[in-house]
């Protein structure tokens, strides 16, 4: 029992609250990334918004408990103006091209930018190229992305809300970058 209460205890403690915003062009795929990591399922026809500004989600990652607070964009992507309120206080972004749209991996670059200039100082960027089960239509080649993600100090991955692939990897690797105690927290 004492055991028990002790790892309840640690867990509790532990447990850290991280706000992640994805940022990407429209049709990239980013509320699909948000639905496959938080209920596991796949929609071909999302409706434009998810609702909700922000989904929660639990994980466990090398002992350490992770609350992922994640805004998605809400089909407001136009309106730049408003990406201050996703990138705001997050401890994270993940930034979602399309690998199959190669003016959608161009558009990275603009949010890139964008994060320097007036995002958090301290934020663990992520860049994802998604629909990587498309292979038959790929414009943007994963080394290049790779490439580009070394340069700027980015996690990578290609990743398939379709499929699955790599997204809750995704998220595991943006935990074990963020760096230790608080300083990624919400407070
Ligand atoms: P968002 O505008 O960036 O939020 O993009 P959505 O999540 O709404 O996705 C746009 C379209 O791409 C939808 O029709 C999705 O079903 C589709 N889509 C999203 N992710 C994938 C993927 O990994 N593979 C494939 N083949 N289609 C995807
Ligand atoms: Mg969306």
Not at 36 to 51: D, H, M, P, Q, Y
Not at 71 to 98: C, F, H, N
Not at 153 to 164: D, K, L, N, P, Q
């Amino acid at each position: 029992m004492k055991l028990v209460a002790l790892t309840l205890k640690k867990n509790i403690m532990s447990m850290r609250d991280i706000k992640v915003c994805l940022l990407g062009e429209s049709g990239v795929g980013k509320s699909s990334i948000v639905m496959r990591f938080v209920t596991n399922t796949f929609k071909s026809a999302l409706e434009s918004t998810i609702g909700a500004s922000f989904m929660t989600k639990t994980i466990v990652v090398d002992g350490d408990t992770f609350k992922f607070q994640i805004w998605d964009t809400a089909g407001q992507e136009k309106y730049r103006a408003l990406a201050p309120m996703y990138y705001r206080g997050s401890a994270a972004a993940i930034i979602v091209y399309d690998v199959t749209r190669e003016s959608s991996f161009h558009a990275v670059k603009g949010w890139v930018h964008e994060l320097q200039r007036h995002g958090p100082s301290k934020i663990v960027l992520a860049i994802a190229g998604n629909k990587c089960d498309l292979e038959d239509l790929r414009e943007v080649q994963e080394r290049d992305a790779q490439e580009y993600a070394r340069e700027i100090g980015a996690i990578f991955c290609e990743t398939s809300a379709m499929t699955a692939t790599n997204v809750p990897e995704l998220f595991d690797k943006i935990a074990r970058m963020l760096p230790p105690e608080d300083s990624g927290s919400i407070s």
